[in-house]
């Protein structure tokens, strides 16, 4: 009997129904796709065709099977009874990266589990052993304070503030990619792993060895994608509250920053400029000359950022013409509203190309010709009003089968309409993400978070896994979104700590919804979405605003060192915000810290995320020598120490004194 088949540079499994195929992709690295009682086809959800590898296939007898590709290995064994196959992953030690479950006798286990589905998918579960002993990070972002995920339950599916993206770092010197963008689950348990997709036609998963994190990193970038470069105007301040709602508000926040000698990069207007959602068009009555308010800005140096929505209010001019073309989510069941917000809504079908390319026409008609530089992708999971994701139908399949990519497709239609329109320096905020979202330009934010200490914690931990995941360009709301009083004392210390936080993430941008708010009542008499209070950073009292002036200029110091490291970021993948492990992968103390991170190779930066904090504890990892930025005071490595910081200060360490012009600014 013959199970195994060496082909062109890869190994084919044949039993029962099954096909297993196994093929080198990329260096070190190893696709596996599997299907049942069919063809495996060629389509992949998140990799792109890798630069070709040569591999080795050895088919020692009719029960085993070897592929290696450099420092990756799988082991193909057809066990005897239960008659089933088993894989296991190694290094080039010969030691076990990870291994499928055994069918354990009697109990007749499946590591590759397929439940067929009415219409001809399956339900999927795939199976593998678990070493109580590994560390498991990426992901995306979830909210939670935990940076280490092993013994979690993930759920695979986009939400407001939660961005799901199926790749993990595993410290046993490995990474795994599940290529599908099916809603599922995933269990990093103590006694198996486990990966499950609700509605998919195969099983698909990338799997890379590598002797250092970043080793594992960059071998996935290069089969998922690269950021492009940063442009130069994402390096500095981005200024936004909940919102400006007129233009002449706009400009006198970018006049009085260009008045007090303040740099600022961005100015962004947030939603409801429109009419309606589905118009993708200005407001003429708060917003009379867009051209004009955008020549003017540009003229002092800032470029402007609008926000859009992927929805469709049944009043908008494109309703009608969207839905006769097919270009919207379709419902399966039910009243065919997915949203309601100021108004029955729908959702643009970016899974469509037509759909992409109808957008972009209206936008590049709108906003880009009369030069807005760029582009906030809000709503992006996208945020039904119902999560059942089983409502609801793409033009790429059900969005239980495909739902995941949502995000990375609507930035793709803003992307490549803008490279189409011959624009290079390209960067568009998005509210999600999924594998190879950065490869369109995505500049991921944190969501709709609250303005708490807690809160504030999640997203240091939120942007270490996301950056893992291969997303660098990343940030929050500074300050957090919901529940921030201008006038409490209490959430003006927070939003002073969060500013120091902002100055070290790859964007340093100012947005929330700040109370109280003012109500808007357009010339119809209609009550329009309400506008925040001043969110500038002169809006919080003087103290504050020169604690906030200092940090802008600190960042204005660190641009060139931060361009260095976004051009890292495009040439390798390597993330802005890097856990401390990833720098320092030899000390095992360095897995474990939740709250510190490295930005970029130089700089340790250590928040302070307690309420009335003025000091904190920071592990300098071993191998490197810390000064410290305020002082200059310089400490060996392997040791934790207590450091002191008054609310005007946030403890930076410079890694070997390297970076030394930051002393004594921070």
Same mark, same amino acid.
């Given at each position: 009997?013959?199970?195994?088949?060496?082909?062109?540079?890869?190994?084919?499994?044949?039993?029962?129904?099954?096909?297993?195929?196994? $093929?080198?992709?990329?260096?070190?690295?190893?696709?596996?796709?599997?299907?049942?009682?069919?063809?495996?086809?060629?389509?992949?959800?998140?990799?792109?065709?890798?630069?070709?590898?040569?591999?080795?296939?050895?088919?020692?007898?009719?029960?085993?099977?070897?592929?290696?590709?450099?420092?990756?290995?799988?082991?193909?064994?057809? /066990?005897?009874?239960?008659?089933?196959?088993?894989?296991?992953?190694?290094?080039?030690?010969?030691?076990?990266?990870?291994?499928?479950?055994?069918?354990?006798?009697? /109990?007749?286990?499946?590591?590759? $589990?397929?439940?067929?589905?009415? =219409?001809?998918?399956?339900?999927?579960?795939?199976?593998?052993?678990?070493?109580?002993?590994?560390?498991?990070?990426?992901? %995306?972002?979830?909210?939670?304070?935990?940076?280490?995920?092993?013994?979690?339950?993930?759920?695979?599916?986009?939400?407001?503030?939660?961005?799901?993206?199926?790749?993990?770092?595993?410290?046993? %010197?490995?990474?795994?990619?599940?290529?599908?963008?099916?809603?599922?689950?995933?269990?990093?348990?103590?006694?198996?792993?486990?990966?499950?997709?609700?509605?998919?036609?195969?099983?698909?998963?990338?799997?890379?060895?590598?002797?250092?994190?970043?080793?594992?990193?960059?071998?996935?970038?290069?089969?998922?994608?690269?950021?492009?470069?940063?442009?130069?105007?994402?390096?500095?301040?981005?200024?936004? $509250?909940?919102?400006?709602?007129?233009?002449?508000?706009?400009?006198?926040?970018?006049?009085?920053?260009?008045?007090?000698?303040?740099?600022?990069?961005?100015?962004?207007?947030?939603?409801? *400029?429109?009419?309606?959602?589905?118009?993708?068009?200005?407001?003429?009555?708060?917003?009379?000359?867009?051209?004009?308010?955008?020549?003017?800005?540009?003229?002092?140096?800032?470029? /402007?950022?609008?926000?859009?929505?992927?929805?469709?209010?049944?009043?908008?001019?494109?309703?009608?013409?969207?839905?006769?073309? =097919?270009?919207?989510?379709?419902?399966?069941?039910?009243?065919?509203?997915?949203?309601?917000?100021?108004?029955?809504?729908?959702?643009?079908?970016?899974?469509?190309?037509?759909?992409?390319?109808?957008?972009?026409?209206?936008?590049?008609?709108?906003?880009?010709?009369?030069?807005?530089?760029?582009?906030?992708?809000?709503?992006?999971?996208?945020?039904?009003?119902?999560?059942?994701?089983?409502?609801?139908?793409?033009?790429?399949?059900?969005?239980?089968?495909?739902?995941?990519?949502?995000?990375?497709?609507?930035?793709?239609?803003?992307?490549?309409?803008?490279?189409?329109?011959?624009?290079?320096?390209?960067?568009?905020?998005?509210?999600?993400?999924?594998?190879?979202?950065?490869?369109? %330009?995505?500049?991921?934010?944190?969501?709709?978070?609250?303005?708490?200490?807690?809160?504030?914690?999640?997203?240091?931990?939120?942007?270490?896994?996301?950056?893992?995941?291969?997303?660098?360009?990343?940030?929050?709301?500074?300050?957090?979104?919901?529940?921030?009083?201008?006038?409490?004392?209490?959430?003006?210390?927070?939003?002073?700590?969060?500013?120091?936080?902002?100055?070290?993430?790859?964007?340093?941008?100012?947005?929330?919804?700040?109370?109280?708010?003012?109500?808007?009542?357009?010339?119809?008499?209609?009550?329009?979405?309400?506008? %925040?209070?001043?969110?500038?950073?002169?809006?919080?009292?003087?103290?504050?605003?020169?604690?906030?002036?200092?940090?802008?200029?600190?960042?204005?110091?660190?641009?060139?060192?931060?361009?260095?490291?976004?051009?890292?970021? *495009?040439?390798?993948?390597?993330?802005?915000?890097?856990?401390?492990?990833?720098?320092?992968?030899?000390?095992?103390?360095?897995?474990?810290?939740?709250?510190?991170?490295?930005?970029?190779?130089?700089?340790?930066?250590?928040?302070?995320?307690?309420?009335?904090?003025?000091?904190?504890?920071?592990?300098?990892?071993?191998?490197?020598?810390?000064?410290?930025?305020?002082?200059?005071?310089?400490?060996?490595?392997?040791?934790?120490?207590?450091?002191?910081?008054?609310?005007?200060?946030?403890?930076?360490?410079?890694?070997? =004194?390297?970076?030394?012009?930051?002393?004594?600014?921070?």
């Amino acid at each position: 009997m013959r199970y195994f088949e060496a082909l062109e540079n890869a190994l084919l499994f044949h039993y029962n129904g099954e096909t297993v195929l196994v $093929k080198p992709w990329g260096e070190n690295s190893l696709r596996v796709q599997s299907t049942l009682m069919s063809d495996i086809s060629d389509d992949s959800a998140a990799l792109l065709a890798p630069k070709e590898t040569a591999c080795e296939i050895e088919i020692p007898d009719e029960f085993n099977a070897y592929i290696k590709n450099g420092k990756i290995t799988a082991h193909l064994n057809m /066990l005897g009874w239960p008659r089933m196959l088993q894989t296991e992953f190694l290094n080039n030690k010969g030691e076990t990266l990870l291994k499928e479950i055994s069918p354990g006798g009697a /109990l007749m286990k499946c590591a590759r $589990k397929f439940s067929a589905l009415p =219409g001809g998918n399956f339900h999927l579960k795939a199976s593998f052993e678990s070493n109580p002993t590994e560390k498991i990070y990426g992901m %995306g972002q979830y909210q939670q304070d935990i940076l280490n995920l092993k013994g979690l339950n993930l759920e695979l599916r986009q939400r407001n503030s939660q961005i799901s993206i199926p790749f993990y770092l595993s410290s046993l %010197g490995y990474g795994f990619l599940w290529n599908n963008a099916a809603v599922g689950e995933v269990h990093f348990g103590l006694n198996t792993t486990e990966w499950i997709s609700e509605s998919t036609k195969k099983l698909d998963y990338w799997i890379t060895a590598g002797d250092t994190p970043a080793e594992i990193e960059e071998q996935y970038a290069s089969c998922v994608g690269c950021a492009p470069m940063m442009p130069e105007y994402g390096l500095g301040l981005w200024q936004c $509250k909940l919102r400006y709602y007129n233009q002449e508000q706009v400009l006198s926040v970018a006049r009085e920053y260009k008045r007090r000698n303040i740099p600022l990069d961005v100015i962004i207007i947030d939603y409801y *400029h429109w009419l309606r959602n589905g118009d993708w068009s200005f407001d003429n009555e708060f917003f009379p000359d867009p051209k004009g308010m955008a020549d003017e800005l540009h003229k002092m140096g800032v470029k /402007l950022m609008v926000s859009i929505w992927p929805n469709v209010d049944f009043r908008s001019g494109t309703f009608e013409d969207m839905l006769e073309k =097919g270009l919207l989510v379709r419902s399966n069941y039910g009243v065919d509203v997915q949203m309601l917000f100021f108004g029955n809504n729908n959702f643009t079908d970016f899974s469509n190309p037509r759909a992409r390319a109808y957008i972009w026409d209206k936008c590049k008609k709108n906003y880009a010709d009369n030069g807005v530089d760029a582009f906030w992708l809000d709503v992006a999971e996208p945020e039904y009003g119902n999560y059942d994701l089983n409502m609801y139908r793409y033009y790429a399949g059900s969005a239980v089968e495909c739902g995941n990519m949502y995000p990375r497709e609507y930035s793709r239609a803003f992307y490549e309409g803008q490279m189409a329109k011959g624009q290079t320096d390209i960067v568009n905020l998005v509210r999600c993400a999924w594998a190879g979202s950065q490869r369109y %330009g995505a500049l991921v934010w944190s969501g709709d978070i609250h303005s708490t200490y807690e809160d504030f914690k999640r997203q240091i931990t939120a942007g270490l896994n996301i950056s893992l995941a291969g997303i660098p360009w990343w940030n929050t709301d500074i300050g957090g979104f919901h529940g921030g009083d201008v006038n409490d004392p209490d959430f003006v210390e927070l939003l002073l700590r969060w500013f120091e936080f902002g100055c070290f993430c790859p964007v340093m941008r100012m947005h929330g919804s700040r109370s109280p708010f003012t109500e808007v009542v357009n010339r119809a008499g209609e009550v329009r979405e309400h506008e %925040g209070a001043p969110n500038e950073i002169w809006s919080y009292g003087e103290k504050a605003y020169e604690i906030m002036k200092k940090y802008v200029f600190v960042r204005e110091m660190l641009k060139p060192y931060l361009r260095n490291v976004m051009r890292l970021a *495009h040439e390798k993948g390597s993330p802005v915000m890097r856990a401390m492990f990833y720098e320092f992968p030899k000390d095992e103390k360095a897995y474990e810290c939740r709250h510190q991170y490295m930005f970029g190779p130089d700089l340790l930066v250590a928040p302070i995320c307690e309420k009335h904090a003025v000091s904190r504890k920071v592990y300098l990892p071993e191998g490197a020598s810390w000064t410290h930025a305020g002082t200059g005071k310089v400490y060996e490595g392997g040791q934790e120490i207590e450091i002191h910081a008054e609310i005007d200060s946030i403890p930076v360490f410079l890694r070997d =004194g390297r970076q030394e012009y930051l002393i004594q600014k921070i």
